[in-house]
């Protein structure tokens, strides 16, 4: 939609974001990850090694969404609707990334998880799977997500309520912002080329601008999910919190499973045909 010369903004010499994103992923992958999985399954696991892997993939992220701002003020539309992102991706995108609801489901689940496992352990009496797993793990690691304090149950549920708060309004900004510039363009339509190119242009620099920053609010929000969760979590919840993370991203990258989703999207497809 925006990618005519008519919608387009001005070229910039900046890197395009593809690239940036490509390399930045690259290095989750391949160092940052690694890094991260030797230094929880150390034995004993050091708290300051440890902590220095969380706060390195945490400043990636936080690098990843300052990318991610200046990708929007230079063109909003490659972050609004990205060819450059896999076919794996593109279902979990809102306003530019992923949405933020998969911060919290992903931090729900470690703390559903733990209450299975503790139900589990009410009904025979001795956990067989912890205690194999603490022969190969760190204590602390291992417990890391056991019996979460109320303190941390209780912000993770204030995250949650002002995600439900934030979403459906930024949400909201963008569809009106959208919407009034279908409107003022097609009110402009009938004019003459030299009068219409003007006019579509100042309602385009109206309406981009608020895009843009209804992208960096949303990234904004992604920012303050991920820096509220370590705030709350010790540095061995954090590091498989983001573990959990870098995983799911790096997830998409894996060509075997992006030719199977492919394969299942063409089938789909056919099927409906």
Known sequence: MFKSPLFGRKKTTTRPFADFYNDWSTTLATTLLPQ???ALSSFPVSPAVLCTHVDAVYNHFHAYYTALDQAAAADVAQCLYPDWRNSLEKPFLWLGDLHPYLFTNLLRSFLEDQESSQDENDDFGYDVASARESLYTSWHVAAAWRSPSRALTARVDQIACGLRLMVPALAARARHAQAKLVRNVGAEWGRKEGVLKAAVAEAMATEMEELVGVVVDANRLRRSVLAD????????????????????LVGFRDEK????????????LNYAN
């Open 36 to 38: 991260l999985r030797r």
């Open 229 to 248: 969760v370590l705030s709350v979590t010790s540095v061995y919840q954090a590091a498989l919190f983001l573990e959990a993370v870098a995983q799911f």
């Open 257 to 268: 499973l992006l030719r199977e989703f492919d394969k299942c999207e063409r089938l789909s």
